[in-house]
């Protein structure tokens, strides 16, 4: 056998620490970026944010406080679905001045479930040994203020030398049930609502039938079973939907006021307004951090060249690499912002109906860019609308065919199902069947079990929940 040697040529992308830096910080989400330059600037001397005096710029720390817009994100669950239709003139909060007080004292001294009752529990003339099991009762509370244990279980649970009777641990619990806000410490829905329900004066309307359904016929009313109902109660239309919105008051989730959520915060990358009858992207200055190489340690590498200044000439190599790779990945969201914009024109003129399907790849291919770049820079990006703070894969989503040979936006598909929803005889309320009927009227083929999909995306309930008296 011959041996030669052979010199072959090939193109191969090295991966070089900017490159890996430029990358990574265009996967980062603003906070996650002005994180990563506070560290930064910890670490790295030579780099650092300009002084708020020399351009007024904001600077890393107080953009958060500049900028921020709160996203609260509630969840219907299916317990509370009955407050949907509930109106503010009903009788639906007992002891409504207490409990008032208790929100306020949750929102202004951000007191915990348990803290808020062991204060009540304090001023109570009890003895010693019942207000430690009432404590104890309270430490197993969950979040909504159920007891999340069967009583047995708590009994059995305490060390056998206490010697505690079902009598004494019975006592406690009607001792925490007397507690505010009214409705915790319940065992179940149930017994919460009834709770509720039996702290209401005697003299509210039709309050004998509302304790009735809510211990016997609570299922009933959940599914909306309306005729079953009238027959159980032997009452008319009027007297069931009295006691309904009497019930819709009621709070299903007693504790939930005092739950220290964490607050999530969005602050929009870029703004998108309407000149000279175009929709045009703007970066947010505010949010975008405001760099520079430090003059001193600039200036002290000027003069001195030897091998002791190499590690702050790395640095200085550094800082310049990082604050060319946030210019890039700034400019890369608002290239990428204004593709998208340029592509739902229709969106930012008549909402959500007007949107159309878009994939990554047209993005891509329009600005000659990776997939995967397009990928990094929609993800956890918001761009502040006239309709909103979205987030930029809203923009993006899979389309249905339509009867002319087009393709309508998953988008606009769910805002048409939520608009026949919103305009539906809510008497008669449209199924599935139907929505997807009426769609097929205007021309988009979409079957059932893809309507119910998109509906329980956007957390409309099923036919039979959605019917009223």
């Known amino acids: 056998m011959k041996h030669s040697l052979q010199l072959k040529l090939s193109n191969q992308l090295a991966l070089t620490p900017a490159l890996q830096q430029s990358i990574r910080l265009l996967q980062l989400s603003t906070l996650e970026l002005q994180q ?68 306020h004292l949750s929102a202004t001294r951000e007191i ?25 009762l309270i430490g197993n509370l969950d979040d909504n203020g159920f007891l999340k244990e069967d009583m047995t279980e708590l009994v059995e649970a305490l060390p056998k030398e206490i010697e505690i009777t079902d009598q004494q641990m019975d006592e406690a619990l009607t001792c925490l049930q007397g507690l505010g806000p009214v409705g915790v410490g319940a065992r179940n829905l149930a017994e919460c609502l009834e709770l509720q329900i039996n702290a209401l004066p005697d003299d509210v309307p039709n309050k004998d039938i509302a304790l009735q359904l809510v211990k016997e016929r609570l299922h009933e009313l959940a599914t909306r079973d309306y005729n079953r109902l009238k027959k159980i109660l032997n009452c008319d239309d009027e007297t069931l939907r009295e006691v309904q919105k009497l019930i819709q008051g009621l709070d299903p989730r007693p504790g939930s006021a005092f739950s220290l959520s964490e607050t999530r915060y969005i602050i929009p990358d870029v703004y998108v307004k309407r000149h000279n009858s175009k929709w045009t992207a703007f970066l947010n200055q505010d949010a ?24 702050i000439k790395d640095q200085l190599t550094d800082a ?16 990428v912002s204004q593709a998208i914009v340029d592509q739902q024109y229709n969106f930012f003129e008549h909402g959500d109906l007007g949107m159309r399907p878009l994939v990554l790849r047209e993005i891509a291919e329009r600005l000659d860019l990776a997939e995967s770049t397009i990928s990094r820079v929609t993800t956890q990006k918001y761009m502040m609308t006239p309709r909103g703070i979205l987030e930029l894969k809203y923009f993006f989503g899979s389309h249905v065919a339509t009867q002319s040979g087009g393709s309508a936006s998953s988008t606009a598909i769910k805002a048409l199902i939520k608009k026949i929803v919103n305009q539906e005889d809510k ?14 009227s205007q021309g988009i083929m979409v079957a059932r079990r893809t309507v119910a999909k998109y509906r329980e995306a956007l957390q409309i309930l099923p036919v039979n929940l959605r019917k009223d008296l």
Not at 115 to 129: A, M, P, R, T, V
Not at 427 to 440: A, E, T
């Open 36 to 103: 990563e330059i506070k560290q930064l600037i910890q670490d790295n001397p030579l780099l650092e944010v300009e002084d708020e005096e020399e351009d007024e710029p904001t600077n890393v720390n107080n953009s958060l406080e500049s900028n921020e817009e709160r996203l609260t994100n509630s969840e219907p669950s299916a317990d509370t679905d009955w407050q949907r239709d509930g109106g503010s003139e009903n009788y639906g909060k007992p002891q409504s001045e207490n409990q008032s007080d208790d929100h």
């Open 112 to 136: 915990s479930l348990s803290d808020h009752l062991n204060e009540q529990l304090s001023l109570l003339k009890i003895s010693e040994q019942n207000k430690q099991l009432v404590m104890y």
């Open 288 to 311: 975008k951090p405001k760099l520079k190489i430090n003059k001193i340690y600039a200036d002290i590498l000027k003069n001195n060249t030897g091998e002791n200044f190499q590690k």
């Open 320 to 335: 310049k690499w990082f604050i060319k790779n946030v210019e890039q990945r700034y400019d890369t969201i608002l290239r």
């Open 427 to 440: 008497r008669k309320p449209v199924s599935d069947s139907q929505i997807s009927k009426l769609l097929d």
